[in-house]
């Protein structure tokens, strides 16, 4: 009696033990941690951009790459002609436009005194990210529920985040437009391209 008692303790363990490995474990689905777009030093994007002002209206493509405070930005036609070209390195600004070149230790002023556009370059370049600027006092925010950036208004400003995409685990705007009284942007940006961070 005792031995057939033993027998069946030991086929119910050994079919409570075989179940428990049967239950099906959970797999850790959870998405990597998304990084900061505030870390970004060096990073690019092309891209369309709708460039309105009081006088003309153009369609273009752009090319911006950044390396800190180093700018290039190449403005171009659908079939590569060149519009206009920036580039600023070490603080010195160099515009291109029609085989003719300007500088100014002040790309802002640049832009304007060239091409009539008035781009707060320094500012557009965290815009561009979906972060407000650094140094922006007080900027009118909100924010999607995923915590993006949803509007931000400044200095008679307003800029709309339309769609946002992850790239090497930083969510990154690719449809956003930027009004000004004077001058408006919409961007729609195929490629973020992000360098190794220094």
Same mark, same amino acid.
């Given at each position: 009696?005792?031995?057939?008692?033993?027998?069946?303790?030991?086929?119910?363990?050994?079919?409570?033990?075989?179940?428990?490995?049967?239950?099906?474990?959970?797999?850790?689905?959870?998405?990597?941690?998304?990084?900061?777009?505030?870390?970004?030093?060096?990073?690019?994007?092309?891209?369309? +951009?709708?460039? &309105? $002002?009081?006088? @003309?209206? #153009?369609?273009?493509?752009?090319? *911006? !790459?950044?390396?800190?405070?180093? =700018?290039?930005?190449?403005?171009?036609?659908?079939?590569?002609?060149?519009?206009?070209?920036?580039?600023?390195?070490?603080?010195?600004?160099?515009?291109? +436009?029609?085989? &003719? $070149?300007?500088? @100014?230790? #002040?790309?802002?002023?640049?832009? *304007? !005194?060239?091409?009539?556009?008035? =781009?707060?370059?320094?500012?557009?370049?965290?815009?561009?990210?979906?972060?407000?600027?650094?140094?922006?006092?007080?900027?009118?925010?909100?924010?999607?529920?995923?915590?993006?950036?949803?509007?931000?208004?400044?200095?008679?400003?307003?800029?709309?985040?339309?769609?946002?995409?992850?790239?090497?685990?930083?969510?990154?705007?690719?449809?956003?437009?930027?009004?000004?009284?004077?001058?408006?942007?919409?961007?729609?940006?195929?490629?973020?391209?992000?360098?190794?961070?220094?």
């Amino acid at each position: 009696m005792n031995i057939l008692r033993l027998f069946t303790v030991g086929i119910v363990l050994s079919f409570f033990l075989t179940g428990c490995n049967l239950i099906p474990t959970k797999k850790n689905t959870g998405q990597l941690q998304q990084q900061n777009p505030q870390t970004l030093t060096r990073w690019e994007f092309k891209g369309r +951009v709708a460039i &309105k $002002t009081k006088k @003309d209206s #153009n369609i273009l493509r752009i090319h *911006w !790459r950044q390396n800190k405070e180093d =700018i290039s930005l190449r403005i171009y036609g659908s079939f590569g002609k060149t519009y206009a070209s920036l580039v600023r390195i070490n603080g010195l600004s160099t515009l291109k +436009v029609e085989d &003719k $070149t300007y500088q @100014d230790n #002040n790309a802002e002023i640049l832009l *304007w !005194r060239v091409l009539g556009w008035q =781009i707060p370059l320094d500012e557009m370049s965290y815009w561009i990210r979906g972060i407000p600027a650094k140094g922006n006092l007080s900027p009118t925010i909100t924010k999607t529920k995923r915590d993006y950036l949803k509007t931000l208004d400044y200095n008679n400003w307003h800029i709309s985040y339309q769609k946002y995409k992850t790239f090497a685990h930083y969510p990154l705007p690719i449809k956003l437009k930027l009004i000004h009284p004077d001058i408006s942007l919409k961007f729609s940006i195929q490629k973020w391209i992000l360098q190794p961070q220094s």
